[in-house]
């Protein structure tokens, strides 16, 4: 079973555009991580944000986590070429564990020269 | 460089066949754990360990076994392969709660 759903599952843009893609998730959380996957390769991790943050930020990159609407978004601002990936966010239940980290299906950044 | 190593990259199986994919972290987190990638479906847990000496069942378990004999070495056993578990295979690690996981590049396996 999902937690986390993207959207969009894919998005296409133009170098210097900023991008932005959501997350929702079911049920509470502990904390909410996104993860960027070029391919080929293992997922890296961006950005954990706990349930008791609002916003964080990392360089380029913004996440905001609003529970009560149990969602997410990540911004990626003056996009390049280089951050062509796949992007998942995880949620780690209240119920703890790291076990209990449950990802999504991803959304397929294109970022056009 | 710190970090998991996955081996092999690739296999090709035969069903019937036993598999071991092996997995090695040299960062000495407490947790480890085996997921599969399938497009459309994200990563689906298949099983964990808290630490050396414990596993646990995740998302997808059967026809899956693990051991944690030590903290550096979760190795992932397919007792006989099965069409349905051609995959991707990662193995990654964290130090815990709140923490984030660590990934290796993965096993593709194709079960013919």
């Known amino acids: 079973s999902q937690q986390g759903e993207e959207d969009p599952q894919a998005l296409s843009i133009q170098e210097g555009e900023n991008a932005t893609m959501n997350c929702s998730y079911k049920?509470?959380?502990?904390?909410l991580q996104w993860y960027r996957q070029n391919s080929g390769r293992g997922l890296v991790h961006l950005i954990l944000?706990?349930?008791?943050?609002r916003e964080k930020h990392s360089g380029r990159l913004r996440v905001t986590l609003d529970t009560s609407k149990k969602s997410s978004s990540l911004l990626i601002t003056a996009s390049r070429a280089a951050d062509t990936a796949s992007y998942f966010c995880?949620?780690?239940?209240?119920?703890?564990?790291?076990?209990?980290?449950?990802f999504g299906a991803g959304t397929r950044l294109a970022v056009h020269p | 460089i710190a970090g998991i190593t996955q081996a092999p990259t690739s296999q090709i199986l035969a069903a019937g066949r036993r598999m071991t994919l092996r997995c090695t972290q040299d960062?000495?987190?407490?947790?480890m754990y085996w997921y599969r990638q399938d497009l459309g479906l994200g990563l689906r847990l298949i099983h964990y360990?808290?630490?050396?000496?414990?596993?646990g069942k995740g998302e997808v378990p059967d026809g899956y076994s693990v051991s944690r004999a030590n903290t550096d070495d979760f190795p992932l056993t397919l007792a006989s392969a099965v069409p349905s578990q051609t995959s991707v295979y990662f193995c990654?690690?964290?130090?815990?709660?709140?923490?984030?996981?660590?990934f290796g590049n993965g096993t593709r396996l194709t079960v013919t």
């Open positions: 990654a690690s964290s130090q815990g709660d709140n923490s984030p996981l660590h």
């Open positions: 049920t509470s959380i502990n904390n």
């Open positions: 944000i706990r349930s008791n943050e």
């Open positions: 995880a949620t780690e239940g209240l119920s703890g564990g790291y076990n209990k980290l449950i």
């Open positions: 960062m000495r987190h407490n947790a």
């Open positions: 360990s808290n630490t050396a000496g414990t596993t």
